[in-house]
């Protein structure tokens, strides 16, 4: 089975844990994958469902849980390292008819590269480079201190709170609504159009700024500016 081959392949785990939850056909299986080697770099490939990052000071290589369904079919499913990179896939059999759930604990510092088809995406605390790309679901950062957060989304939500001023942040957006809650100061605003979609709410747009954000909006977008008034730090 793929799944086993993917498991084999793990030779810098330290450890795989298999858990079943609940009965019948439909139980649910639980794997926790723990790389004790340093990581600097996750990407990740889920087809649909949930996907929840969380950095952390205290850790050096990566824990990884997954839930999926015992009679799911998939044609991709599993976890390896390869040099200070992890990889993560979980594709469907047929499209659609599969689910995957990740809880990911990785270093504060590791770049993250997340891309799913549909569901939803959490990233928390996360302090250096983060792509995510959703076509259907949801997007959620919370206390994220990255440099770099581009952030992609065919039709949903987004809710980011950044809790350090990034040197860009970067939002594309076909049909939804963004709340984007920001430390004061000003920025460069990189938008493509002004009007009514976009509500600034006192957000400081200079087009000198090293600080900048860009916006990519289609026609059903909305976007909502929030000052972070937790922030402690320079407001150029």
Known sequence: MLQAQWLARGGLTCGVVLALVGCGSGQEEMTRRVFEERVDQVVVSVERNEVHVFGSDQ?????????????????????????????????????GECRARYDLALAKSTRVDVAMQQGDLGLYHLGS??????????????????????????????????????????V??????????????????EFDRFDDAIHLNGLDCHGRMAQGIRLELGKGANVTFKPNHDYVGPTP
Do not use: F
Request: neutral net charge.
């Open 129 to 170: 480079e983060v792509r995510a790309a959703v076509e259907h679901g949801s997007i959620v950062g919370k206390h994220l201190t990255a440099r770099h957060v581009e952030l992609e989304l065919g039709r949903g939500r987004i809710d980011v709170i950044m809790a350090d001023r990034p040197q860009l942040l970067v």
């Open 59 to 95: 850790t050096r290589g990566a824990v990884i849980d997954r839930w999926t369904q015992s009679g799911d079919a998939y044609r991709e499913l599993g976890e390896a390292q390869k040099g200070d990179r992890v990889d993560i896939v979980a594709s469907c059999e047929r499209a």
């Open 172 to 189: 594309r957006i076909d049909e939804g609504n963004v709340n984007l809650v920001m430390p004061p100061g000003r920025y460069r605003c």
